[in-house]
């Protein structure tokens, strides 16, 4: 029955049939008679809707909730409910996985659970497909009906109240009866926080993170910031955003839209910070700190999960999650919060570009600017940037900034860690010339006892460069030709663990007439990293990283971390000899990795992705097209901010994701922009630079270190000593078996 065939009639009700998928069947060139069968079929790429004949006003549906355990149920029709669409797959005749249109999800007989008397749903695998297996067996005497039967129980499913019940097959039964309508899949919109092929709109292209000021001489004489980056800087070009604003909460928002195609939002609060923003408040806001999580100020709640979602398992739809968070009554489904905030516009600044940097926003925002749409941006733990230059006015500006808990990309941040929201890092705003460099890209390598240090920019602009030693002694100075500079530093002080020296490169725009307009520096170490053989170097030297996974976490703050904290963990890890950090799964504050520069932390910088709940097999997000651009995103957002970095000597892909080919392709788009660091992964090996796993064995430690393992080498254990209730009283073991050979 699962033969193809090419049909041509050669008379009146018969056809010639030709096999065009099994070659070794014999063409039926005399003809063959073609009439319709009793039983169902179904093409896999069409959408059905069962009816009930004894009631057509009804028709199969799951709640509009794609989720696990979720109950199938008669519903009314409507046609704008995804949960009535469905897909069947004929697996055979009588064989059939019969899964949502718009859900990975099937019906489900509930196996040998005797408790479950009702037709649930839950994601099944076509090749074994188990509780899933289902025969859509026709009504004798009624053409087109059909009931609904478990293939392994033999017993079928009938309407009872609006559940399906299981009950012994009774052909005369209506309530099992049903119609299955070949019907077009509908082309329902999403708003964008439910568009996984949306991740952002009107937001700038990453670059690496740099510090404007006015002139070389400004950015000079502010002293401690250009001695310590991302501390607060004193720059005419700078105005920090943070502090307190207004805020409104709300738990179950009235979705809508206004002002243009896409801005679905919370209507009523986002009316609400547009007449604050004109002075007439119709619904008086909240004081909140900007940056904080809003969890941490005593909006909704803290969740915290591990291998799950707190959120239906709906991508890329977000729904209450059943026996989680029933209907939404033991915390919101996804509440919003709304913020604004005024600020006048520094003088002058209108003659040049303005830009708006949010450092982190859980999980997704829009943005506003004197009433005016901005745009969108999703990836927690990125950097978002937008330019404002064409909304902004002289004097008071309002900004409203509309943020959901969870949106499509929280798919992707299945983290095991307290999940909070809210805009928890620094929001500022910047003034750059119209044409100015926006980002720049330095590179280093090593010859000998000299450096080279490699300084491209984005902008064909009259511009110096100016590398200083550690000691401010000027190495030379150089006008890019074509957007690049080269220093030769000789017998360069490297950058290492042990000693992390950092040269300061200065980058001065000029104007026709030779007058700066645009300053800003980078701090530079000069370090070569290097696989051979079965070992990593950096800078021709043999390391063994000894390192730690670190979350952003705080007690009273949530995820919004103080420099200060920053500081004490960097000590506390140098105290322990630690010298090396995986960013444990996210990309961290800016300061965290000038810290790391200044005190020689070597980091493995890991992108924000991971979908644990999905394991690593088919069901694997990685392998799902539509997230492929989002996977790419956020590794690439991930690079271009750090990429200067000399304690960044590892990048991740993300963490416990999935093997699929969407981290084969950010792979190779990291790669093409920086190939001077490898790159680890621990859910496929193969595709990435380096081996790695996670929680081995001592025994297995023992034996992966002799180099005879069929394993890639030099190989990095991502995660191995869980210390949450543990002692780990048994490190010793580990470190005795990877220092006892090479």
Known sequence: ELQKWTLKEIAPGKYSAVP?????????KKGVTITEAEAFGSDDNCTYRFRSVQDPAMVLGNGDDGGNNARIRAEKMDTVNRGQYWSIKTLSLGRHLIGGAFYDSHFDDGGDNQSITWLLQWTANPANPGNALMSLEPVKGQKGVYRVVSANKKKMFRIDGNQMKIADIDEADKASWFTIEQVEKPKLSSPIWEDETVFAINKLPGVASYMPYASEAEMKADKAYYATPWTEPKSTLYKSLDGTWNFWFTEVPEKGKVAGDVEAMDVPAFEAALAMAKGSATRKPDAIPVPSCWEMQGYDRPIYCNVEYPHGNTPPFIKA???????????????????????????????????????????????????????????????????????????????????????????????????????????????????SIRNHVVQTNISGKDGIVNVSVDADVASVAKLYTPEGQLVAEQAFKGGKAKFLVPNASFWTAETPALYTLDIVQKDQSGKDVMAFSTKVGIREVKIVGSLLYVNGKRVILKGVNRHESNLERGHAITREQMEKEVMLMLKGNINHVRCAHYPDAPYWYYLCDKYGIMLENEANIESHQYYYGAASLSHVPEFLDAHIARVMEMAHATVNNACVVIWSLGNEAGPGNNFVEAYKALKAFDATRPVQYERNNDIVDMGSNQYPSIGWTQGAVTGKYGIKYPFHISEYAHSMGNAVGNLIDYWEAIESTN
Request: glycine letters at 10%; proline letters at 3%.
């Open 321 to 435: 999650r059943p026996g989680f968070n029933d209907g939404g009554k033991n915390y919101a489904i996804n509440p919003v919060g709304t913020y604004h905030r005024s600020f006048d516009l520094p003088q002058g600044w209108d003659k040049q570009r303005t830009i708006i940097h949010f450092g982190g926003i859980y999980s997704c925002a829009q943005v506003w600017l004197n009433g005016k749409y901005v745009g969108y941006t999703q990836g927690s733990n990125n950097v978002a940037e937008f330019d404002l230059t064409h909304l902004l006015r002289a004097g008071k500006n309002d900004l409203v900034v509309q943020v959901h808990r969870w949106c499509d990309g929280s798919y992707l941040e299945c983290q095991d860690m307290f999940r909070m929201s809210g805009i928890f890092r620094s929001v500022y705003i910047y003034n750059v010339p119209k044409k």
């Open 20 to 28: 065009t998928n099994q070659t070794s069947f014999l063409a039926l």
